[in-house]
């Protein structure tokens, strides 16, 4: 049998939890564990504000072209690099709806740019879809055969599907085709380059992205 003394002392003993020393030691262990955690994210964080301004941008055309062909009206796509962040509008343009179909616009990440950042192909042999020479982040404007002034910022919808500029009037789609593309980038980052084609004829939109061959230096890949 113990004696009252040494069961009184093992209570305080058992009793006594942990020291200060003892506790700040362990919030050190979480803090340079979490501060670990949080730097080996930020690359990952920022291919994913990348794919997101990608998949806006892409999605934004494919539901205008889609909308168009469907509501059997033009549907409008206009880019802008004048603010930050930069933006992509969708809108219905035929006067019959009224204004009740409103224009959407959607915003890229703040360090998500429509930009070309220096190294990518500028020969229009390796441009996406051969579009352009890869010096205007927005280039649009451009004829089924690649040709044409570009650097157009706006498309329009047509209801057989098609891409076409403002020639003939405003959404009327009697103009011309309007083939072209655009680039997004995080600024001073080129291999986190993206870009989207559009052809006119078909209105056919594809993805692209940037890698580095080594040697062979960068070239788009298909998405």
Known sequence: ???PQKNSANRRHNARGFSLLE???VVLIVLLVSSLGFISLQPALKQERVSNAYNTVLSAMRLARDSAVAQRTSYVVVMSAATIPHTIT???TFAGFNGALKSTTYRLPDDIKFDVEPGIPTQSSKTPDSFGTGSKPIDFGYTATGTGA???NTIYFCP???AQDAAGGAGQCGGNLNSGVVYLARQGDLL???AITVWGATGRIRGWRLYN???GGTVWTRQ
């Open 192 to 194: 986190s380059s993206r």
């Open 150 to 152: 570009g650097g157009q």
């Open 1 to 3: 049998m113990r004696s």
């Open 23 to 25: 506790m700040m030691v």
């Open 160 to 162: 057989d599907g098609s």
């Open 90 to 92: 969708v809108s219905p």
């Open 213 to 215: 061959q080594g040697a």
